[in-house]
């Protein structure tokens, strides 16, 4: 928070009023009416998929690909509602919802069966399947899900505006949709998995201890598709939620990055489920704030974006302190002893 | 006679209730090349350690030279000329054989100077290696040499190697020996240390025995047949065993020509491991460390899966079927390391009593926890086993080796098992909690379960023991009655190839 006043300063801007921008006028500032609802739209793709990476994250696998599944969930789900436009169901925004947590999940699946079967690296997997997924995106809005009466515009019919795909918001002036309903729904679930299930319990061995993992009982294989398919089933739904809801339609830049955010927000909530609900909040709100800042401060969106970042890195410096000491040793010739920070045992990893 | 270089005179080193090493005197002679032997936990790291200035003895004192020496840390013994070559390399897979020979070095020269004399060295002591390849690429026997040209490069007087072929191919030990006996020739004083007998009987002209943290003899292997060395380390105090064999039950656990390679870099593989156990009996499987032990564990407990009917439970082949599904059929393990595999360290003993025992203690229901269940059953482990901890709560790493074995061990019993499998069951336990563990062994078999102990502790082993087997280098021998076996026997099977079929090549 200091250095990003100094930030501000060193912009010739007041640090204070930049600080009161970005955390306090989105909830309590003059356009707060407008600016609230937006925190929940915000933070709820965001909740959504970072509790699902949790689980991964907390096992040792990493998937680094929640927006090519958030794409990918987005496409399917409106692909299978415009299959049947202008059908008036009741059934077809759950049908969509379902297809948008398949093909999530299908996306996650190209990673998972490749390292269980081959043993590639997830993480480089996923990540290329993102650029793979966003060129599917362009490809979607310009080709097959183009809006017959869009003049040739590129993007698809405006799913938020009808009404048998529409996900609308819920409770007027709160931003409350199916998505972050879901959200909260997915933290509950978490919660309950991570404490009372033994797939959470699972997952927490496999993530402290490995080989007690291994001696326990389980199945890597099956944890490796079990965490990528729960995440990537999760941010599929969350993209579904997001293109008939705020987004509206499928369009090329429909994504926003919340795949990636997400993975900062997991690690902001120190993978629990409840920090990353609060993780979720937070990292809305510099969004929102940021905007505000932009626009009424004049602040470079760089700068905005670099005081995240340290936001970020502040914090998680902070938890890599507490779990270990620095030594500083007088002359680094001694090989197996220097420079290695110290595991104390003061400091429980949790 | 060639001159005393390193003489040990009345070293005594005590830990918390275990005396490493008590009263050693011997004496190292310059250009000789001189063998340390023992079991495993009879002292031998302890001394090396302290002559290396790694640990500070409580008593005695030590001459280098006919100079008083007493390095207060490792870089003080180098600089007195005292170098060691570690069991477990410590070099850096990313950064050339050069650039962490200067790591390890005080006052490095300039790169391409150090180049020059690793290649020069290298050349003169036989030891083939190209200063400028990542250390990543070599082989075990290469990162050796680096470590090895890395003490070279200080011109010592002693050098000391802690178990230089335990991860060695025959080809690499037969190019370590003459390097070794190289140095000898000009003059180099070699601390040798090892438990392969005919590795000593090749290359040493002196031994000293150390058993339980005494010097128990001394004698010129070269004279000296493996099989009375055995006997000297293995000590005339081992006790005979007096349990009557069990009446012979059904077969409960069958291994039949189990061969597995290691899943581990420098693990070791199993060949042809055959024995069976049946109800109500005790086998005993000895053998030094490192010999197949984990391997024959872990093919056992499901973590290794091996072919069907390599593994057989009450005639039913379960080489193929997982951890969980073995639990569930009644067989149970114990791995050696207790901290990270038979138990997460930082979880709690509830948890961890629910690591094993979700399946036979019913503690999970459509995959939900029953912590309450969990929390009892880690309450009865306590208890029943005399675990000292404030309670079920607390995180494992809180507690001693002793009272987290004994937790482990517990944790497995409680289970009623109908076949149990433990690897060093009391391995760094104190001798009340070894005692416990071994009589709820023991009362374990005595109401009918087939028990399986593998141990480096002979004593152990020969106090609970119905049957007898040696594992050497991944084979296990023919398992045999342990009353009425004789410590010479004893000594053959640990020794295995090198007694009965001294032609095995190494």
Known sequence: ?350 | MKDVLLAIRGLTKTYPGVVANSDVSFDVKAGSVHALLGENGAGKSTLVKTIYGLVRPDAGSMTLAGQPYAPAEPRAARAAGVAMVFQHFSLFDALSVAENIALGMEGPPPMRDLAARITQVSRDYGLPLDPHRTVGDLSAGERQRVEIIRCLLQSPRLLIMDEPTSVLTPQEVEILFRTLRRLREEGLAILYISHKLEEIRALCEEATILRLGKVVATCDPRATSARQMAEMMVGGTLRIPTRAPSPGGETALEVQGLSASSPRLHGTSLKGVTFSVSKGEVLGIGGVAGNGQDELLLALSGEMRVAPGMVRLKGEPIGRCRPSDRRARGLLCAPEERNGHASAPDMSLIENAFLTGKVREGLARNGFVSWAGARDFAERIIKDFDVRTPGPQVAARALSGGNLQKFVIGREILQRPEVLVVNQPTWGVDAAAAAAIRQALLDLAANGAAVVVVSQDLDELMEISDRFAALNEGRLSAARPARGLTVEEIGLMLGGAHGMEVAHVH
Request: glycine share 12%; aromatic share 10%.
């Open chain 1, 1 to 350: 928070m200091v250095a990003g006043g100094l930030l501000f300063a060193a912009l010739g801007k007041d640090p204070f009023v930049a600080i009161r921008t970005i955390f306090w006028d989105p909830l309590f500032g003059d356009f707060a009416s407008y600016t609230r609802p937006q925190l929940l739209i915000k933070a709820g793709p965001l909740i959504l998929i970072a509790t699902g990476l949790s689980f991964g994250f907390r096992a040792g696998i990493w998937n680094i690909g929640a927006e090519g599944q958030y794409v990918l969930g987005a496409i399917t789900g409106a692909a299978v509602g415009l299959a049947v436009y202008p059908s008036e169901s009741r059934l077809i925004f759950p049908l969509m919802v379902v297809a948008g947590a398949l093909g999530g999940f299908a996306w996650a699946m190209i990673p998972a069966l490749l390292k269980v079967r081959f043993g590639t690296n997830e993480i480089l997997v996923s990540l290329m399947l993102v650029y793979v997924a966003t060129n599917l995106l362009a490809w979607a809005a310009l080709g097959p899900l183009q809006n017959p009466e869009g003049r040739g515009f590129p993007g698809s019919r405006n799913l938020s505006q009808w009404s048998a795909s529409a996900n609308p918001e819920l409770i007027a002036g709160t931003g409350m949709h199916w998505g972050v309903v879901t959200a909260f729904a997915a933290v509950i679930a978490a919660y309950v998995l991570l404490a009372r299930h033994s797939f959470g319990f699972n997952v927490r061995l496999a993530g402290q201890a490995p080989r007690a993992a291994a001696f326990a009982g389980v199945n890597p294989s099956r944890l490796v598709v079990a965490c990528m398919g729960l995440s990537g089933a999760l941010a599929g739904v969350a993209g579904l939620f997001e293109v008939t809801g705020p987004a509206g339609q499928i369009s090329i830049d429909f994504n926003v990055g919340y795949g990636f955010t997400a993975i900062i927000v997991a690690f902001l909530g120190r993978l629990h489920p409840i920090g990353i609900l609060l993780a979720g909040l937070l990292m809305a709100l510099t969004y929102i704030g940021g905007e505000i800042a932009q626009t009424q401060l004049g602040l470079p969106a760089a700068a905005i974006q670099m005081f995240q970042g340290m936001l970020l890195f502040f914090l998680l410096a902070m938890d890599l302190l507490v779990q270990f000491r620095l030594r500083w040793k007088a002359r680094a010739i001694e090989v197996p002893r220097t420079v290695i920070p110290q595991a104390s045992p003061a400091g429980e990893a949790r």
